[in-house]
T-cell receptor, first 118, second 115 residues
Framework: GAVVSQHPSWVICKSGTSVKIECRSL??????MFWYRQFPKQSLMLMAT?????????EQGVEKDKFLINHASLTLSTLTVTSAHPEDSSFYIC??????????????FGPGTRLTVL | AQSVTQLGSHVSVSEGALVLLRCNYS??????LFWYVQYPNQGLQLLLK??????LVKGINGFEAEFKKSETSFHLTKPSAHMSDAAEYFC?????????????FGKGTLLTVNP
């Protein structure tokens, strides 16, 4: 149980286009999802916290108009990279927190999406 | 503010040798600590966690870690390395941030296992 999927697993797009990445909790409901960005050989940096039915909370330095996050249901959150540029190329990973969880560790990670902007 | 420092970006061991990956944390409140493993082009898998219960924590795949408050450390060990242990390992710290429990990750340690 507690499986998180991401789609697509990799995407290549042209500079200036927008790309949508989906994060789904397959067998549980998630009131909170997190979006991370990982550069090659570096750690995960939290971009934003997404709560179902409300606006996402962005970390300092993350452009909310560039990285649009929608969490319309308890099993789906989407990250849209708008007007992508080569510097947006990265590995994007989401995680989902089990709805109703009271413990600190009920956060499950997706397999990641590799974005390459040409 | 909380932070994590992983000493050594790359650790190389021989198969069958002891694995020791170091993690030191900084937190103004009692922390929750985690070790995750990441295989190439994959997400993160939880190895083990410390949540203020026993200070010696046993995880999956034979890994364990000991929380030492006096040293602000949470080093990861495995008595005998296996080729399949080769991966990137991340230490992370969290505390109750409202209900969201945000994680702060270290920079990671790449473990290579030589035959």
């Amino acid at each position: 149980g507690a499986v998180v999927s991401q789609h697509p697993s990799w995407v290549i797009c042209k500079s200036g286009t927008s790309v949508k990445i989906e994060c789904r909790s397959l067998d549980f409901q998630a009131t909170t999802m997190f979006w991370y960005r990982q550069f090659p050989k570096q750690s995960l940096m939290l971009m934003a916290t997404s709560n179902e039915g409300s606006k996402a909370t962005y970390e300092q330095g993350v452009e909310k108009d560039k990285f649009l996050i929608n969490h319309a249901s308890l099993t789906l959150s989407t990250l849209t990279v708008t007007s992508a540029h080569p510097e947006d190329s990265s590995f994007y990973i989401c995680s989902a927190r089990l709805a109703g969880a009271t413990g600190v560790d009920e956060q499950f990670f997706g397999p990641g999406t590799r974005l390459t902007v040409l | 503010a909380q932070s994590v420092t992983q000493l050594g970006s790359h650790v190389s061991v021989s198969e069958g040798a002891l694995v020791l990956l170091r993690c030191n944390y900084s937190s103004s409140v009692p922390p929750y600590l985690f070790w995750y493993v990441q295989y190439p082009n994959q997400g993160l898998q939880l190895l083990l966690k410390y949540t203020s219960a026993a200070t010696l924590v046993k995880g999956i795949n034979g890994f364990e870690a000991e929380f030492k408050k006096s040293e602000t450390s949470f080093h990861l060990t495995k008595p005998s390395a296996h080729m399949s242990d080769a991966a990137e390992y991340f230490c992370a710290v969290s505390h109750s941030g409202g209900s969201n429990y945000k994680l702060t990750f270290g920079k990671g340690t790449l473990l290579t296992v030589n035959p």
